[in-house]
């Protein structure tokens, strides 16, 4: 093995996500055994044995909740960690699979911004980012420590957590480590190398907004880039120059791409604004002509490519997603529906959630209202009307999509309601959305429940496994991920209430009778006192004991919502909810 320096990486994932420096972790490692490790090895191996049994446990038990435990407990033991066998460097990369340590938590902060983060009092992806990564190089280190390389499956899962958090300089030092270190990479690895670029850095919450093809954000992606901008660099040596050079150098290697490597190319195009080589991509490949497409409809097409089942070009969901993703982040949301339409009949591909969720985002985003610096820096570019959330909404959930949106899906479409002031509509999504939020909420009780029997001395075992088969870090972060959601979903509710709470409306049984139902059943929600204008002056309502146990019309008034307001006797009657609510929850 040939000599390197001691390098770093600075784990770009926490770029922008609203710390006020860089986290920098060293991703590299000497050749020899330091003289640490060297006085670590004369101890007991008796001691080491006994130290490395936690991990042994969480192997055995095949629980990576359990094994990431052990190993953080031990990441200053670097004795435990050099003492490993080959194949057990090979189970622990295997076991922290990324899909299942870092995936679940990508999906809930994919639909947070900084407000949420604020609200919640939670770190941001970022940090947790680190935290996975700090273990994993600890592992990796630990073998390199001992005098022994890292293998290609071993490089293969570095790539892939460098891809899972959008780290592409420390894919950028993985891939010098595997030249030097003698290892070919293969097409996955060149594949996980294309991902870290053109994700690079966008994981993160402030990102979101900044990913638009518009002059102001590409022009900041020149002049700041990696200052708080994106990650991902336009222009000269930007993202679309580096993916071509990798592309280039996996030609050389007399490798093939296939569906991902292609999709990733076109996602470098568009991350530049360059939808004519991405269009050219789709057109090279699959015979997808997009502009005749849109110029001369379906009929005066050329047939698709034929791919059997089996071929590893054979367009599949990761397609659609890229294609509703590089136009809608291009402010074309006509084409991007359009392609993803054709392309899954012509393919037989369904359209899945995630591609509807892409496709929603994007349409919010274009159809936004926008004033003032907005007509000067191109915001407006790709402007949509605001009836296009209805639209599409519509498709959607019709015949044959079907689709059963999410919480963060209904957060968008209630805020365009509101701009719209489509109270029906509004009043019947709100509906839906107590009712999802109510299941959810069911959900987290019960999964509270189990951790509380878990940590039962009566139902732990000496390995940590809990009678029910699961371990309780297990059960632990089961809580954790489903009290984030419940917590994101408590702010969506809340900003919807208080819609329909400023809403003035010509129906004045809502202020007198629907409202009031309203508050009765979604009074959690409610800040204390609740008030609202009312034609009349403003009402203001306190609950002093719980409502399931007030009988609807009780004067008491200990037991009643209270008023507060300066209205006759027959007015006030009507702030008390005496009739059925009327909204379906």
């Not at 003698?182 to 060149?190: A, E, I, N, Q, S």
């Not at 280039?248 to 999709?263: V, W």
Request: aromatic share 10%; proline share 4%; hydrophobic share 35%.
């Amino acid at each position: 093995m040939a000599g390197t320096n001691h390098v770093s990486w600075t784990s770009q994932a926490a770029i922008g996500s609203g710390s006020t420096h860089e986290t920098s972790h060293p991703w590299g490692w000497p050749d020899r055994p330091s003289a640490d490790s060297e006085e670590a090895a004369s101890r007991s191996f008796l001691s080491v044995d006994k130290r490395r049994r936690p991990i042994e446990i969480a192997l055995q038990l095949e629980d990576a909740d359990k094994l990431f435990q052990a190993i953080s407990a031990a990441r200053e033991d670097q004795e435990v960690l050099q003492s490993l066998p080959d194949s057990t460097y090979t189970q622990i990369f295997n076991l922290l699979d990324p899909d299942y340590m870092i995936e679940p938590e990508k999906k809930i902060h994919r639909t947070l911004t900084e407000w949420h983060l604020n609200k919640m009092k939670i770190a941001t992806i970022g940090e947790k980012f680190g935290h996975f990564l700090e273990v994993v190089h600890r592992v990796a280190k630990a073998k390199r420590m001992s005098g022994r390389a890292l293998t290609l499956p071993e490089y293969t899962y570095l790539l892939r957590c460098a891809r899972a958090t959008g780290d592409g300089r420390m894919a950028d030092v993985l891939w010098r480590d595997m030249r030097r270190d003698g290892v070919l990479p293969d097409l996955t690895c060149y594949n996980h190398y294309l991902a870290s670029k053109c994700w690079f850095g966008m994981f993160n919450e402030k990102q979101v907004n900044r990913a638009r093809v518009v002059p102001y954000n590409q022009a900041m992606r020149q002049v700041r880039f990696g200052k708080g901008w994106l990650a991902v660099k336009v222009g000269p040596r930007g993202v679309k120059d580096k993916c071509i050079t990798i592309f280039e150098r996996l030609t050389e290697q007399g490798l093939s791409g296939n569906e991902e490597t292609f999709t990733l190319m076109m996602m470098a195009m568009g991350r530049e604004g360059d939808m004519s080589g991405a269009k050219a991509i789709l057109n090279g490949v699959w015979n997808i002509d997009a502009d005749g497409l849109a110029e001369k409809g379906e009929e005066s097409l050329e047939p698709v490519a034929f791919l059997s089942d089996q071929s590893e070009l054979r367009p599949t969901e990761r397609l659609l997603y890229t294609i509703a993703y590089i136009f809608g982040i291009n402010n074309d949301i006509p084409g991007a529906l359009r392609l993803v339409d054709y392309v899954s009949r012509q393919y037989s591909t369904p359209v899945g959630h995630i591609v509807w969720q892409e496709l929603l985002e994007w349409t919010y985003v274009l159809s936004a209202y926008r004033r003032g610096k907005a007509h000067r820096d191109g915001s407006t570019e790709g402007q949509l009307s605001r009836h296009s959330m209805r639209d599409l909404w519509s498709v959607m959930t019709s015949e044959p999509y079907c689709v059963k949106p999410d919480m963060p899906m209904y957060d968008k479409y209630m805020r365009t309601l509101d701009w719209l002031a489509y109270w029906p509509e509004f009043d019947k999504r709100l509906a839906e959305g107590l009712k999802m939020y109510s299941q959810n909420a069911s959900k987290v009780g019960q999964a509270r429940l189990r951790l509380k029997a878990f940590q039962s001395a009566d139902h732990e075992a000496e390995d940590g496994i809990t009678r029910h088969g699961i371990s309780l870090e297990r059960a632990e972060r089961e809580v954790q991920q489903l009290e984030m959601i419940d917590r994101r979903d408590r702010l969506f509710l809340k900003r919807w209430i208080k819609f329909a709470v400023r809403a003035r409306r010509a129906d004045i049984s809502w202020e007198r009778r629907a409202l009031p139902d309203l508050i009765l059943v979604a009074r959690h929600f409610f800040p204390t006192p609740i008030k609202y204008d009312m034609r009349t002056g403003t009402a203001s309502l306190d609950y002093f004991t719980p409502s399931r146990h007030v009988k609807r019309g009780h004067r008491s008034s200990d037991s009643r919502p209270s008023s507060r307001t300066e209205v006759t006797e027959e007015q006030e009657q009507t702030l008390s909810p005496t009739r059925p609510v009327m909204l379906e929850v």
